[in-house]
């Protein structure tokens, strides 16, 4: 799902679930018999919405207050699933021969919603960033 403020970040995941995507398909073609699996791991409770603010000097005033709120609400409202029911959701998955691993019950919701309403869902989401994080 593409998020307001993170273009670098949803860029990369969309690569990853292509790169995922086209690596299933050569092995599957190749006749290799590997397991590919990609993950969405949603709201899982880890540091990686504490690294995405930067000690960068640019990013002052009103943009860092901005992203300061943000992590704060991401870590106590929307990362709250522990990594090590993740792992175990994860590895259930794989065990399973899944190829796609939704993690979190947000995730799910998450796919759902872009599955349903394709580009529509972009502005239920610019909604959200408001109602959430402000302007």
Not at 36 to 46: N, S, T
Not at 92 to 101: K, S
Not at 124 to 132: H, L, N
Request: glycine share 8%.
């Amino acid at each position: 799902m593409a998020q307001p403020g993170l273009s670098a970040y949803v860029a990369s995941k969309f690569a990853v679930r292509g790169f995922t995507e086209a690596i299933r398909a050569e092995m599957l073609l190749a006749g290799h018999p590997v397991q590919v699996v990609v993950v969405h791991p949603g709201g899982v409770r880890a540091n990686i919405a504490n690294a995405a603010i930067p000690d960068d000097p640019a990013l002052t005033g009103d943009r860092r207050a901005w992203a300061e709120k943000r992590l704060r609400i991401y870590n106590e409202k929307l990362l709250t699933m522990p990594p090590e029911r993740a792992a175990k959701v994860i590895l259930d998955g794989v065990a399973r021969g899944r190829t796609r691993i939704v993690v979190t019950a947000q995730a799910v919701w998450l796919v759902r919603l872009v599955r349903l309403s394709q580009v529509g869902y972009v502005s239920r989401v610019v909604a959200a960033e408001k109602a959430i994080f402000g302007g």
